[in-house]
């Protein structure tokens, strides 16, 4: 644990509970009848405790949020069990007083900040609302309230934001003008669901230490709902671990990290990278088998089927109660073998392996560039025009088998890179070579058969990445076909069969619609589809970012292992430092189209760093309590593209800037080793005095 | 959030799947519509032994059809009324020939009221001002509008949906010059297009398609191209680009069954206006021309003669027997809406 | 803001000044030019009109230069306010369809007074909902309305109030002077056919706005349901209506064709009509232009107000 939790968990029993949920249950109805989405839920909140509910997606922890605040939509309903809010039980509270709770004593900060702004009110009049509705002050009153709590939540000129629409703020900003919006009233408890997922790294370091510490100032509970463990860690005391609608295990932070009793909250942790964790001798080990849908559950254990631990007759007997791991304990798992588990012994499934050695240079980046030119309507009339450079001379080798990983948070220039190299946009400038081939300024149609099916790419959104008019194997048959590999339809079919073995799919897969499909299955499909034409070189393009933790382990797992088999080049483009510590034997971070600095692994995660990678590395939360991290939080936001600053495009955020110097001229290129490059204008050896940031303590 | 997920995985197969032979599908609507087609375009090339049969295998098919609507849509009670109202004048048009009417254009009795017997007929719903049986007049009616809509309808869409997908997914310069060429069309109101056109062109069930194709293209342009720049961007289509495919085909084979579900409820929308269209243009004497019968004419040619309460009928007949249809359509149209939505 | 109507200006121009051309273009055939001298020189069909008397009567009209002299011509009297003369009526076009555009202004002005609210309140109303008794009340009402072509609403409406309960007339052609009366039936008409489209829309967007996580925040911060409705989701909900309300000047202007044949009432669609059937070319030109510049300046004007409405464009 890095820090201490923003209050300790209040010990007094004589005080009344924030919130209590008691065996709450909520449903959806739909067509295909009653869809239980919280089953049995239960939660103590004391004053100033902070509560973590953590679970993937569909385990029905945004459910709860909106079960507390009593707003259900048209089609669910608590149809069970009761919320006690400061003693009183919400259910039987007539919609006046439920609109007197809402806003003032219960506020919610929302995943979406854009959604949730009205996008045709300004801010002032949206903030003023609440005390205004809540206390019945005055306009102006209210009004200056709201801008200074702005001020609070540490916006930058407060005036401006206060006349302004959401939409011209950027997202961190609106983020924080919704915190300030909640903190309006002074609410004693504060609803977070999932309040980063949407921002950038960077950013989200900067929204988790403002809740933080306006828990503390203001002495508000919290109930902070997230997919990220490593978030819950930084910034609560207690933690439910939700699957499939029910809670599996509960307690203190620290009990659940370090001694959890229940197979699932196990597994999550197994298929979490923590840095620790490494392709080779501690692979990722995901939990097999898929989420059950809500009316199929199985009778029992919800995680049975997919439990390695599963004994019939048991784990089968409904109902399944919370035990208690130790008598008088607050933390209590679902397991009913909790006590006959060996939980000390490492699971033996996935085994070590031997790393690959790399093989010849396959792809080689020279000064790569790639600018757009914006004409604007209007700006095109007077001839006004901006470069958007969204590649900026960028180099570098990949060698067979090995993978090279590309980071950087939104506006990076990483997409574009991936387009660039797949001839569906031309180079600016620079050079591409793929072998021999020089694929700068040779756009897709222009290219063979043969140089196309070489370099093939994996994408991010597994909702996309398939066509919901086709089925299965025709989408992997079409590749075949397209690349020459096969024609004849039975080989066709052949191949298509031998391809779904190798993601791991049922062969029948291949007459089923991308719908009928989750989407770790679709993404195995992409995979597919990437290897199909036996390619030199795939671009993986975030291929997991929008999967839940155990099923990315899988993918990503997947992925390795048909590299490995085939000596694959993999460039594999993301914005997750933990994801990319595990798999890559290489790294490049990217910001603002620039390459900051690139290396090793090994190199990058430690010093000599780039500035950008430091405050990077500082903010990504890490699931494990036993890590140490250096606090480095960046100011400001990621600027837009089409605006980049001049000199550094890091120097308005960067804490080591040298004003008249990184404000003009572009940063030198200091190298260090044999492929350690940064590009910073620190000297080389304030570079390398810096200290780690990410210390593992000892082993969990 | 929960709700959308739970909605997401409880989805039953959608209705468009639900048919689960798409061959066999086409098949009925071809042994439908072609001797349809046949019988009331090209109506006056065929010999009467051939005009005395030609329909007779579009009525089990119609019967079919309509059987595989109703039990493929059963969850949504509005399609089925749609359904029922189209189909019911589908099977009349189909049938006429052999249904126990008599010769529409032949003059009886004039004047003659609802439920008269005379010159040895009943007639049901009266004659009209010639005499004819309006009962007669009114089924035959249906005929001509019904295959000229939904010709006019298929061919303003095969333009308009091939110009869509060309400017959506090209866009650059062929998105610039077809989306000016549309402006200036959409720039006139429908009827004064119509109006000019069918004015230039002459009166007929073929200038009415071309019309139609002109008044409706443009708008159907501009819906498969917002559809398309909205596909234009996901991935699937970003792989079939990097696998080296050619442009059309993407257009044709990724891109255009995607539209589907936004394309077919907008068609029998287009179908109702359409519908609308010819009638009016029918009743300004800018479309179908006599003596077959028609809604439109039927209404046309009473103005005169039925402006009294007890001669209404020959105008309220026609009036509401294309409302139905369009009802129909517009029903279908809401009920696939509602069916598409909530797969 | 003023570049974007200055914009929109010229296009409307160039678009108005490719339009005539090709009107120009269209008509200047032989075979309307010989249609109107038949009608003109009275009696002969088009077969018996002579090579002779034809050529007399180009000459005479000042018809046997080339046509896009004749459409200079045309364009430079248009600038000065001149649009020719009407063949069939004899009379100044610009006269003629000065009275005409009155009477349909008129029209179309009681139209817009009764459908905007109606529309819009049952709109409002249905979309607060979804589902409740009166959403699916308006979605009845609404899907019926416009399954109706005004041609069978103004059938159904004359022989109820005009020839069975004989409450008023039956055309509005007004041979005895102005009667308001006169104008209930076709108002109604184009209102019932306009109400339900126009509700429809509303719906939605008001369905829409309800189902948005705005929405869903304001009801969360405690906001009473009043102001939630009136102003949290109300101003959203209105901007894509105002759009289509204004552009159902484009709708109006075809309806009122059909409307004004039906009941004879003496206005702009019966004149395009008319004229369109006697091949007046300069009436057609004239009364194209105004209907084609009608519906573009209701796009400037939905364009414009629709940029002035949304905030997320406004200041983008």
């Known amino acids: 644990m890095t820090e201490t939790p923003i209050v300790e968990a209040a010990t007094a029993t004589d005080r009344t509970p924030v919130l209590e949920c008691r065996n709450l249950c909520v449903s959806y109805f739909t067509r295909a009848g009653e869809a239980p989405a919280v089953v049995d839920f239960n939660l103590k909140l004391m004053p100033g405790e902070a509560h973590g509910i953590v679970g993937e997606s569909g385990c029905g922890k945004s459910t709860v949020a909106l079960a507390i605040m009593n707003y259900m939509g048209r089609n669910g309903a608590i149809v069970g069990g009761e919320i006690l809010f400061q003693g009183r039980d919400m259910r039987t509270m007539t919609q006046e007083e439920l609109r007197r709770i809402r806003g003032s004593k219960i506020a919610m900060v929302y995943q979406e900040p854009m959604a949730s702004l009205n996008p045709s009110m300004r801010i002032a009049e949206q903030l003023a609302e609440v005390p205004l509705y809540h206390e019945g002050v005055s306009q102006r009153e209210a009004l200056a309230r709201a ?19 959401p939409h011209q703020i950027s997202g961190g900003q609106q983020q924080r003008v919704v915190i300030a919006m909640a903190l309006l009233s002074n609410p004693s408890l504060l609803l977070l669901d999932e309040p980063t997922t949407a921002l950038d790294v960077t950013v989200e370091a900067g929204i988790v230490e403002l809740i933080k510490e306006v828990a503390a100032k203001f002495g508000t509970s919290l109930i902070y709902i997230s997919h990220n463990l490593g978030l819950i860690l930084e910034t609560c005391s207690r933690l439910t671990v939700m699957y499939s609608g029910e809670a599996v295990e509960t307690g203190a932070i620290h009990d659940v990290f370090d001694n959890m009793r229940h197979p699932y909250t196990r597994g999550l942790f197994g298929s979490i990278p923590v840095p620790g964790a490494n392709k080779n001798a501690r692979p990722l080990a995901a939990i097999r088998g898929q989420l059950p849908l809500p009316y199929a559950r199985p009778k029992g254990c919800f995680f049975g089927p997919r439990c390695d631990y599963f004994v019939e007759g048991r784990c089968d007997q409904p109902p399944l109660m919370m035990h208690e791991v130790a008598p008088g304990s607050s933390h209590a798992t679902r397991c009913v073998r909790f006590a006959e588990i060996d939980w000390s ?76 190299l797949m001839g569906l946009e031309p180079a600016s400038a620079g050079k591409v070579q793929l072998g021999e081939i020089e694929l700068a300024n040779l756009p897709v149609q222009r290219r063979d058969k043969h140089t196309i099916s070489r370099l093939q790419m994996v994408f991010q959104n597994p909702f996309d990445t398939l066509n919901p008019s086709h089925t299965i194997g025709g989408q992997i048959g079409r590749v075949i076909r397209k690349f020459g590999v096969e024609s004849d339809p039975k080989k066709v079919q052949d191949r298509v069969d031998q391809l779904l073995d190798i993601v791991k799919l049922p062969r029948d ?56 088999e085939h000596r694959t080049t993999l ?43 430091e405050a990077l590395l500082s903010a990504v939360p890490i699931a494990d309590a036993s890590v140490r991290k250096r606090k480095i939080v960046v100011a400001g936001e990621i600027p837009s593209p089409t605006k980049p600053p001049p000199g ?13 110097v990184c404000d003009v001229t572009p940063p030198p290129l200091r190298e260090f080793g044999a492929d350690h490059v940064i590009a910073c204008h620190l000297e080389k050896d304030a570079l390398e005095k810096m200290e780690p940031v990410i210390t593992a303590g000892t082993a969990a | 959030m929960t709700t959308a997920n739970i909605s997401l995985d409880t989805a039953p197969v959608p209705f468009n799947v639900r048919i689960r032979q798409p061959t066999a599908l086409i098949g009925l609507v071809l042994l439908m519509w072609v001797p349809l087609t046949l019988y009331v375009m090209f109506g006056p090339f065929l010999s009467d032994t051939l005009k005395s049969f030609v329909l007779l295998p579009a009525i089990p098919a119609t019967v079919a059809l309509y059987v595989i609507a109703v039990t493929s849509w059963r969850e949504s009670p509005v399609a089925i009324i749609g359904a029922t109202l189209v189909f019911f004048w589908l099977f009349v048009a189909v049938s006429a020939p052999y249904l126990p009417l008599i010769d529409p254009n032949k003059p009886l009795a004039p004047f003659a009221e609802m439920g008269a017997y005379k010159k040895d007929h009943w007639f049901l719903l009266g004659a009209d001002f010639k005499g004819r049986d309006m009962l007669s007049r009114d089924l035959w009616g249906c005929q001509r509008v019904l295959v000229w809509g939904v010709s006019a309808t298929l061919v303003a869409y095969a333009v308009g949906a091939f110009f869509g997908l060309l400017a959506g997914y090209l866009s650059g310069w062929w998105d610039q010059a077809i989306s000016l060429v549309c402006n200036i069309l959409l720039s006139f109101p429908v009827m004064v297009l119509f109006i000019l056109i069918l004015n230039y062109l002459g009166p007929s069930g073929f200038n009415i398609v071309i019309a139609v194709t002109f008044a409706s293209a443009p708008a159907i342009m501009r819906i498969v191209r917002g559809l398309t720049l909205d596909t234009r961007s996901r991935d699937y289509i970003f792989a079939a680009q990097t696998r080296g495919e050619h442009p059309l085909r993407i257009m044709i084979f990724e891109l255009l069954p995607n539209a589907r579900g936004p394309i077919i409820v907008d068609a029998c929308l287009r179908l109702g206006y359409t519908t609308v269209a010819i009638t009016t243009l029918t009743f300004l004497g800018l479309g179908l021309q006599p003596p077959d019968p028609d809604w439109g004419l039927m209404i046309k040619e009473s103005t005169k003669v039925a402006m009294v309460w007890k001669f209404s009928y020959m105008l309220l007949i026609p009036a509401l027997s294309v409302s139905s249809l369009i009802l129909g359509f517009n029903l279908l149209a809401d009920g696939l809406r509602e069916m598409s939505l909530r797969d | 803001m003023l570049k974007l109507i200055g914009s929109r200006l010229l296009q409307m121009l160039l678009i108005m000044g490719v339009i005539s051309f090709i009107l120009f273009a269209i008509f200047d055939s032989d075979k309307f030019k010989k249609q109107i001298a038949v009608n003109e020189l009275g009696g002969f069909a088009v077969s018996a009109l002579s090579e002779q008397d034809y050529q007399a009567w180009l000459e005479k009209k000042g018809l046997n230069v080339p046509f896009y002299q004749r459409y200079l011509n045309w364009v430079a009297g248009v600038a000065q306010g001149d649009f020719g003369k009407s063949f069939e009526k004899n009379e100044p076009v610009a006269d003629l369809l000065a009275t005409r555009l009155v009477h349909t202004g008129l029209l179309a002005l009681w139209v817009f007074a009764l459908m905007i609210p109606l529309s819009l309140l049952f709109g409002v109303v249905a979309g607060m909902k979804e589902g409740s008794p009166q959403d699916r009340l308006t979605s009845f009402i609404s899907v019926l309305t416009t399954s109706l072509p005004e041609i069978a609403t103004a059938i159904i409406l004359t022989v109820i109030f005009a020839l069975g309960l004989r409450w008023l007339p039956p055309n509005a052609a007004m041979v005895n002077g102005w009667d308001w009366r006169a104008l209930v039936l076709p108002v109604l008409t184009l209102v019932l056919y306009d109400f339900g489209y126009v509700a429809r829309m509303t719906r939605a967007s008001m369905a829409e706005v309800m189902n948005s996580q705005y929405i869903r925040t304001a009801i969360l911060k405690g906001l009473p349901y009043r102001r939630v409705i009136l102003r949290h989701a109300l101003r959203n909900a209105l901007i894509a209506p105002f759009t289509i309300i204004v552009l159902q000047m484009n709708w109006l202007l075809s309806g009122v064709v059909v409307v004004e044949v039906f009941f004879q009432y003496a206005g702009f669609g019966k004149l395009l009509l008319d004229a369109a059937l006697f091949g007046d070319i300069y009436v057609i030109q004239a009364a194209t232009l105004v209907a084609v510049f009608v519906a573009v300046a209701s796009q400037i004007i939905s364009d414009v107000g629709y940029t002035f409405l949304n905030p997320r464009i406004r200041f983008a």
């Open chain 1, 345 to 420: 012994a490492a699971k033996a499934s996935v085994a070590e392996r031997q790393p690959v050695q790399r093989g010849q240079v396959v792809l080689r980046v020279e000064d790569l560039s790639k600018h757009y030119i914006i004409e604007s309507g209007a700006a095109a009339l007077i001839g006004a025009r901006r470069t958007v450079k969204a590649n900026e001379k960028i180099s570098f080798r990949a060698h067979e088998a090995e993978t090279v990983a590309i980071v950087g948070e939104s506006g990076c220039g990483k997409s574009t890179f991936a387009k660039v």
């Open chain 1, 571 to 613: 460039l594999f483009i993301s914005h997750d430092l933990s994801v990319v510590r595990y798999l890559a034997d290489r790294i490049i971070v990217m910001y603002l189209g620039q390459i900051m600095e690139r290396g090793t692994t090994e190199e990058i995660f430690s010093p000599p760093y780039h500035p950008y990678t």
């Open chain 1, 648 to 660: 550094c495009p890091f120097q308005t955020r960067c804490h080591y800037m040298i004003k008249g």
């Open chain 1, 509 to 564: 897969f291949a007459k089923r619609l991308p719908r009928q499909l989750s989407g770790g299955q679709k993404q195995r499909v992409g995979i597919a589809r990437a290897f199909a034409g036996n390619p030199d070189m795939v671009i993986a393009d975030e291929p997991v970012s929008a999967l839940d933790v155990s099923v990315q382990a899988a993918v990503t797992g997947l992925l390795m292992d048909i590299q490995r």
């Open chain 1, 147 to 165: 801008e200074s709590m702005l001020e609070q939540v540490r916006l930058p000129d407060p005036k401006r934001i206060m006349n302004s629409y």
